[in-house]
Protein backbone atom coordinates (compact mmCIF):
# COMPACT_ATOMS: atom_id res chain seq x y z
CA UNK A 1 0.00 0.00 0.00
CA UNK A 2 2.72 2.84 0.89
CA UNK A 3 4.66 1.29 -2.52
CA UNK A 4 1.32 2.53 -4.46
CA UNK A 5 1.01 5.71 -2.16
CA UNK A 6 4.38 6.91 -3.30
CA UNK A 7 3.76 5.80 -7.13
CA UNK A 8 0.68 7.89 -7.27
CA UNK A 9 2.32 10.71 -5.12
CA UNK A 10 5.59 10.97 -7.47
CA UNK A 11 3.30 11.15 -10.16
CA UNK A 12 1.04 13.67 -9.43
CA UNK A 13 3.81 15.69 -8.11
CA UNK A 14 6.06 15.41 -10.79
CA UNK A 15 3.14 16.59 -12.75
CA UNK A 16 2.27 19.50 -10.34
CA UNK A 17 5.92 20.57 -9.85
CA UNK A 18 6.29 20.99 -14.31
CA UNK A 19 4.98 24.54 -13.60
CA UNK A 20 7.15 27.55 -13.49
CA UNK A 21 6.55 29.96 -10.18
CA UNK A 22 6.19 33.33 -9.57
CA UNK A 23 7.71 34.23 -5.99
CA UNK A 24 7.89 37.10 -4.35
CA UNK A 25 8.54 38.51 -0.59
CA UNK A 26 4.97 38.76 1.12
CA UNK A 27 4.08 41.71 3.35
CA UNK A 28 6.33 43.06 6.67
CA UNK A 29 5.06 44.35 9.39
CA UNK A 30 6.37 46.71 11.62
CA UNK A 31 9.16 44.88 13.16
CA UNK A 32 9.01 41.25 11.06
CA UNK A 33 12.72 41.15 9.77
CA UNK A 34 12.75 37.55 8.11
CA UNK A 35 9.58 36.32 5.70
CA UNK A 36 9.21 33.18 3.77
CA UNK A 37 8.69 33.76 -0.37
CA UNK A 38 5.22 33.52 -1.08
CA UNK A 39 4.23 31.74 -4.82
CA UNK A 40 1.80 33.39 -6.32
CA UNK A 41 -1.15 30.43 -7.21
CA UNK A 42 -3.72 32.94 -8.51
CA UNK A 43 -4.56 35.73 -10.32
CA UNK A 44 -8.01 37.34 -9.82
CA UNK A 45 -9.43 33.44 -10.43
CA UNK A 46 -6.68 32.88 -12.97
CA UNK A 47 -4.59 30.04 -11.95
CA UNK A 48 -4.40 26.58 -10.77
CA UNK A 49 -1.28 25.68 -9.33
CA UNK A 50 -2.29 24.40 -5.70
CA UNK A 51 -0.75 21.26 -5.95
CA UNK A 52 2.91 22.30 -5.88
CA UNK A 53 5.64 20.27 -3.95
CA UNK A 54 6.68 22.40 -0.82
CA UNK A 55 10.42 22.63 -1.00
CA UNK A 56 10.57 22.93 -4.65
CA UNK A 57 11.77 25.56 -7.31
CA UNK A 58 11.16 24.79 -10.84
CA UNK A 59 13.60 25.95 -13.25
CA UNK A 60 12.20 29.04 -15.05
CA UNK A 61 10.54 30.10 -12.10
CA UNK A 62 10.48 34.00 -11.44
CA UNK A 63 11.86 35.47 -8.16
CA UNK A 64 11.02 38.94 -7.79
CA UNK A 65 12.83 41.08 -5.39
CA UNK A 66 10.95 44.31 -3.56
CA UNK A 67 13.58 46.93 -2.80
CA UNK A 68 14.94 47.27 0.80
CA UNK A 69 14.50 43.72 0.97
CA UNK A 70 17.07 40.53 0.10
CA UNK A 71 16.17 37.20 -1.37
CA UNK A 72 17.89 34.33 0.24
CA UNK A 73 17.32 30.79 -1.54
CA UNK A 74 18.38 28.03 0.28
CA UNK A 75 19.35 24.07 0.20
CA UNK A 76 20.05 21.66 2.14
CA UNK A 77 23.61 22.57 2.50
CA UNK A 78 22.71 26.26 3.75
CA UNK A 79 22.56 29.58 1.56
CA UNK A 80 23.23 28.95 -2.03
CA UNK A 81 22.49 32.21 -3.21
CA UNK A 82 21.91 35.41 -2.23
CA UNK A 83 20.17 38.33 -4.16
CA UNK A 84 20.60 42.05 -2.58
CA UNK A 85 19.54 43.92 -5.80
CA UNK A 86 15.91 44.55 -6.47
CA UNK A 87 14.21 43.52 -9.60
CA UNK A 88 13.27 40.47 -11.68
CA UNK A 89 15.22 36.94 -11.54
CA UNK A 90 14.90 33.23 -13.85
CA UNK A 91 16.07 30.59 -11.47
CA UNK A 92 17.86 27.87 -13.52
CA UNK A 93 19.02 25.50 -10.31
CA UNK A 94 15.76 23.99 -9.44
CA UNK A 95 13.55 20.84 -10.85
CA UNK A 96 13.92 20.57 -14.73
CA UNK A 97 10.01 21.09 -16.39
CA UNK A 98 9.11 20.64 -19.76
CA UNK A 99 8.06 24.17 -19.92
CA UNK A 100 11.62 25.19 -19.25
CA UNK A 101 12.45 23.63 -22.76
CA UNK A 102 13.83 20.68 -20.95
CA UNK A 103 13.48 16.60 -22.07
CA UNK A 104 10.30 14.50 -20.77
CA UNK A 105 13.02 12.07 -19.62
CA UNK A 106 14.72 14.73 -17.30
CA UNK A 107 11.92 16.23 -16.63
CA UNK A 108 9.03 13.36 -15.61
CA UNK A 109 10.65 10.45 -15.83
CA UNK A 110 13.83 10.65 -13.94
CA UNK A 111 11.61 12.88 -11.62
CA UNK A 112 9.14 10.21 -11.23
CA UNK A 113 12.09 7.38 -10.26
CA UNK A 114 13.60 10.01 -8.06
CA UNK A 115 10.71 10.12 -6.09
CA UNK A 116 9.31 7.02 -5.58
CA UNK A 117 13.15 6.11 -3.87
CA UNK A 118 11.98 8.64 -0.86
CA UNK A 119 8.38 7.80 -1.03
CA UNK A 120 6.34 10.16 -2.83
CA UNK A 121 8.58 13.47 -2.10
CA UNK A 122 11.58 15.07 -3.65
CA UNK A 123 15.03 14.65 -2.49
CA UNK A 124 16.43 17.98 -3.50
CA UNK A 125 14.65 20.90 -0.85
CA UNK A 126 14.82 24.51 -1.80
CA UNK A 127 13.42 27.08 0.04
CA UNK A 128 13.23 31.08 -0.01
CA UNK A 129 13.41 33.51 2.38
CA UNK A 130 13.07 37.29 2.53
CA UNK A 131 15.15 39.67 4.92
CA UNK A 132 13.91 43.33 5.59
CA UNK A 133 16.65 46.21 5.07
CA UNK A 134 14.62 48.78 6.05
CA UNK A 135 14.61 50.66 9.26
CA UNK A 136 12.82 48.58 11.61
CA UNK A 137 12.16 51.25 14.37
CA UNK A 138 9.82 51.85 17.49
CA UNK A 139 11.56 49.08 19.47
CA UNK A 140 10.72 50.04 23.02
CA UNK A 141 13.17 50.08 26.22
CA UNK A 142 13.02 50.72 29.96
CA UNK A 143 15.73 50.96 32.85
CA UNK A 144 14.11 47.71 34.65
CA UNK A 145 15.06 49.48 38.30
CA UNK A 146 17.34 52.67 38.88
CA UNK A 147 20.34 53.70 37.15
CA UNK A 148 22.92 55.71 38.86
CA UNK A 149 24.30 58.68 37.31
CA UNK A 150 26.95 60.62 38.81
CA UNK A 151 26.04 64.16 38.39
CA UNK A 152 28.96 66.57 38.64
CA UNK A 153 26.70 69.62 38.88
CA UNK A 154 24.84 68.30 42.09
CA UNK A 155 28.12 66.74 43.18
CA UNK A 156 26.17 63.13 44.08
CA UNK A 157 25.05 60.05 42.84
CA UNK A 158 21.60 59.96 41.58
CA UNK A 159 19.17 57.57 40.76
CA UNK A 160 17.24 57.55 37.72
CA UNK A 161 14.87 55.78 35.27
CA UNK A 162 14.44 56.19 31.99
CA UNK A 163 12.46 54.58 28.95
CA UNK A 164 12.06 55.25 25.29
CA UNK A 165 12.75 53.45 21.98
CA UNK A 166 15.43 52.50 19.33
CA UNK A 167 15.70 51.78 15.73
CA UNK A 168 17.80 49.27 14.00
CA UNK A 169 18.53 48.28 10.33
CA UNK A 170 20.04 45.60 8.59
CA UNK A 171 23.31 46.56 6.96
CA UNK A 172 24.74 43.04 6.11
CA UNK A 173 22.01 40.50 5.08
CA UNK A 174 24.30 37.34 5.13
CA UNK A 175 25.76 38.02 8.44
CA UNK A 176 22.34 38.53 9.85
CA UNK A 177 21.63 34.84 8.64
CA UNK A 178 24.15 33.17 9.63
CA UNK A 179 25.23 34.26 12.84
CA UNK A 180 21.63 35.86 14.44
CA UNK A 181 18.85 34.16 13.24
CA UNK A 182 18.07 30.88 14.14
CA UNK A 183 19.00 27.89 11.50
CA UNK A 184 15.90 26.31 9.56
CA UNK A 185 13.83 30.00 10.67
CA UNK A 186 11.59 31.40 7.49
CA UNK A 187 9.90 33.60 10.03
CA UNK A 188 11.84 35.94 12.52
CA UNK A 189 10.41 39.44 14.44
CA UNK A 190 11.58 41.74 16.93
CA UNK A 191 8.78 41.09 18.58
CA UNK A 192 9.52 37.84 19.55
CA UNK A 193 10.66 37.47 23.46
CA UNK A 194 13.71 36.00 23.60
CA UNK A 195 14.93 38.00 21.06
CA UNK A 196 13.81 41.11 22.43
CA UNK A 197 15.57 40.10 25.90
CA UNK A 198 18.71 39.62 24.37
CA UNK A 199 18.78 42.89 22.31
CA UNK A 200 17.41 44.99 25.27
CA UNK A 201 20.03 43.33 27.79
CA UNK A 202 22.73 44.62 25.78
CA UNK A 203 21.57 48.34 24.75
CA UNK A 204 20.89 48.78 28.38
CA UNK A 205 24.23 48.09 29.29
CA UNK A 206 25.70 50.45 26.13
CA UNK A 207 23.10 53.11 27.29
CA UNK A 208 24.60 53.19 31.04
CA UNK A 209 27.95 53.47 29.62
CA UNK A 210 26.85 56.28 27.36
CA UNK A 211 24.98 57.62 30.51
CA UNK A 212 27.53 58.23 32.55
CA UNK A 213 30.23 59.57 29.74
CA UNK A 214 27.74 62.61 29.48
CA UNK A 215 27.65 63.32 33.64
CA UNK A 216 31.24 66.02 33.22
CA UNK A 217 29.35 67.67 30.65
CA UNK A 218 25.63 67.93 31.10
CA UNK A 219 23.11 68.07 33.96
CA UNK A 220 20.48 65.24 34.50
CA UNK A 221 18.21 67.54 32.87
CA UNK A 222 20.14 68.41 29.60
CA UNK A 223 20.34 64.14 28.54
CA UNK A 224 16.75 64.40 26.71
CA UNK A 225 18.38 67.04 24.08
CA UNK A 226 21.75 64.84 24.21
CA UNK A 227 19.69 62.33 21.94
CA UNK A 228 22.49 62.70 19.02
CA UNK A 229 25.68 62.14 21.04
CA UNK A 230 24.14 59.44 23.45
CA UNK A 231 23.15 57.09 19.87
CA UNK A 232 26.81 57.62 19.14
CA UNK A 233 28.32 56.79 22.45
CA UNK A 234 25.86 53.97 22.54
CA UNK A 235 27.25 52.67 18.93
CA UNK A 236 30.67 52.97 19.41
CA UNK A 237 30.25 50.73 22.56
CA UNK A 238 32.31 48.01 20.99
CA UNK A 239 31.47 45.45 23.94
CA UNK A 240 27.42 45.80 23.58
CA UNK A 241 25.19 47.75 20.99
CA UNK A 242 27.64 48.90 19.41
CA UNK A 243 28.99 45.29 18.51
CA UNK A 244 25.76 44.63 16.45
CA UNK A 245 27.44 45.32 12.84
CA UNK A 246 30.68 43.23 13.41
CA UNK A 247 28.68 40.32 15.13
CA UNK A 248 25.37 40.13 13.47
CA UNK A 249 25.10 42.17 10.76
CA UNK A 250 22.47 44.63 11.82
CA UNK A 251 23.13 47.92 14.26
CA UNK A 252 21.50 51.23 15.78
CA UNK A 253 20.17 54.41 13.71
CA UNK A 254 18.39 56.07 15.90
CA UNK A 255 17.95 56.19 19.61
CA UNK A 256 14.75 58.29 20.94
CA UNK A 257 14.49 59.23 24.93
CA UNK A 258 11.10 59.65 26.19
CA UNK A 259 11.69 60.40 29.76
CA UNK A 260 14.70 60.16 32.31
CA UNK A 261 13.38 61.16 35.53
CA UNK A 262 14.29 60.99 39.24
CA UNK A 263 13.84 58.32 42.09
CA UNK A 264 12.17 59.88 44.86
CA UNK A 265 15.39 60.03 47.20
CA UNK A 266 17.19 61.60 44.16
CA UNK A 267 14.37 64.39 44.30
CA UNK A 268 14.69 64.98 47.68
CA UNK A 269 18.37 65.00 47.20
CA UNK A 270 18.34 67.59 44.56
CA UNK A 271 15.93 70.18 46.69
CA UNK A 272 17.92 69.80 49.76
CA UNK A 273 21.28 70.96 47.49
CA UNK A 274 19.34 73.67 45.84
CA UNK A 275 17.48 75.27 49.83
CA UNK A 276 21.21 75.09 51.20
CA UNK A 277 22.55 76.31 47.68
CA UNK A 278 20.29 78.88 48.42
CA UNK A 279 21.35 79.62 52.05
CA UNK A 280 24.52 80.11 51.22
CA UNK A 281 24.10 82.72 48.70
CA UNK A 282 21.78 84.61 51.04
CA UNK A 283 24.85 84.18 53.52
CA UNK A 284 27.63 85.55 50.78
CA UNK A 285 25.59 88.64 50.05
CA UNK A 286 25.09 89.62 53.41
CA UNK A 287 28.60 88.89 54.42
CA UNK A 288 29.66 91.53 51.59
CA UNK A 289 27.40 93.73 52.79
CA UNK A 290 28.40 93.32 56.03
CA UNK A 291 32.16 94.14 54.67
CA UNK A 292 31.43 96.93 53.00
CA UNK A 293 30.02 98.37 56.03
CA UNK A 294 32.58 97.75 58.19
CA UNK A 295 34.76 99.17 55.55
CA UNK A 296 32.73 102.35 55.16
CA UNK A 297 33.35 102.90 58.94
CA UNK A 298 36.74 102.40 59.20
CA UNK A 299 37.35 105.43 56.32
CA UNK A 300 34.98 107.30 58.63
CA UNK A 301 37.07 106.37 61.86
CA UNK A 302 40.51 107.48 59.45
CA UNK A 303 39.34 110.68 58.69
CA UNK A 304 38.04 111.87 62.67
CA UNK A 305 41.10 110.57 64.11
CA UNK A 306 43.90 112.02 61.19
CA UNK A 307 41.59 115.12 60.58
CA UNK A 308 41.96 116.93 56.76
CA UNK A 309 44.56 119.06 56.61
CA UNK A 310 44.99 122.49 54.71
CA UNK A 311 46.09 121.38 51.25
CA UNK A 312 45.72 123.14 48.14
CA UNK A 313 43.31 126.14 46.61
CA UNK A 314 40.61 126.78 44.98
CA UNK A 315 41.97 126.06 41.39
CA UNK A 316 42.71 122.37 42.70
CA UNK A 317 39.49 122.10 44.49
CA UNK A 318 37.78 122.98 41.42
CA UNK A 319 39.56 120.72 39.30
CA UNK A 320 39.46 117.89 41.64
CA UNK A 321 35.56 118.69 42.23
CA UNK A 322 35.70 117.62 38.32
CA UNK A 323 37.55 114.95 38.41
CA UNK A 324 35.17 113.36 40.93
CA UNK A 325 32.23 114.28 38.63
CA UNK A 326 34.08 112.43 35.91
CA UNK A 327 34.61 109.01 38.07
CA UNK A 328 31.02 109.06 39.64
CA UNK A 329 29.90 105.30 39.36
CA UNK A 330 33.41 103.52 39.31
CA UNK A 331 33.67 104.31 43.09
CA UNK A 332 32.92 100.90 44.26
CA UNK A 333 36.41 99.72 42.51
CA UNK A 334 38.40 102.03 44.53
CA UNK A 335 40.59 101.23 47.39
CA UNK A 336 40.44 101.84 51.11
CA UNK A 337 42.97 104.35 50.85
CA UNK A 338 41.77 105.96 47.41
CA UNK A 339 38.45 106.38 49.42
CA UNK A 340 39.89 108.27 52.26
CA UNK A 341 42.31 109.64 50.41
CA UNK A 342 39.64 111.74 48.53
CA UNK A 343 37.46 112.51 51.42
CA UNK A 344 40.12 113.88 53.09
CA UNK A 345 40.41 116.31 49.91
CA UNK A 346 36.98 117.00 49.89
CA UNK A 347 37.31 117.80 53.67
CA UNK A 348 39.54 120.87 52.28
CA UNK A 349 37.17 121.89 50.06
CA UNK A 350 34.51 122.16 52.27
CA UNK A 351 37.03 123.86 55.19
CA UNK A 352 38.14 126.06 52.24
CA UNK A 353 34.38 127.20 51.46
CA UNK A 354 35.41 125.89 47.81
CA UNK A 355 31.90 122.81 48.47
CA UNK A 356 28.93 123.67 50.73
CA UNK A 357 27.68 121.11 53.14
CA UNK A 358 25.19 119.70 51.13
CA UNK A 359 27.45 119.30 48.10
CA UNK A 360 30.29 117.47 50.45
CA UNK A 361 27.66 114.81 52.02
CA UNK A 362 26.58 113.97 48.24
CA UNK A 363 30.13 113.33 47.20
CA UNK A 364 31.03 111.70 50.32
CA UNK A 365 27.90 109.32 49.51
CA UNK A 366 28.79 108.61 46.32
CA UNK A 367 32.86 107.75 47.33
CA UNK A 368 31.69 105.47 50.02
CA UNK A 369 28.72 103.77 48.33
CA UNK A 370 26.25 104.83 50.68
Known amino acids: MGIIQAFT???????ADQWKDIISAGEFDEHTVVAPGIYKQHNKGRG????????????????????????????????????????????????????????????????IGNRIKFGGQPDDIKYINFVNLKEIRNIKFGTRGPVIYNDLYYETDLEVRSYGNFSIQVINPEKFIKNFVPANVNYYS??????????ISEFLQSFIVALNSLSSKYRISQLPSQAT??????????????????????????????????????????????????????????????????????????????????????????NFAQHLDNTAGTNSKMSLDEQVSNLKKLKELLDAGILTQEEFDKKKKEIMDL
Open 9 to 15: GSIGGTF
Open 190 to 199: FDNVSVREQL
Open 229 to 318: ELSKTIVNDSFNAGSWGDRFGFEIVKVAIENIEFTDESRELIKQYSSKKLDVKAYEDLSQKASNIAAQQKIAQGIQEHGLNDMGGMVFGM
Open 48 to 111: SNDSYSEGVITNGSKIFVPENTAAFIFSQGGIEDIITTSGGYEYQNGESSIFNGESIKDSIINQ
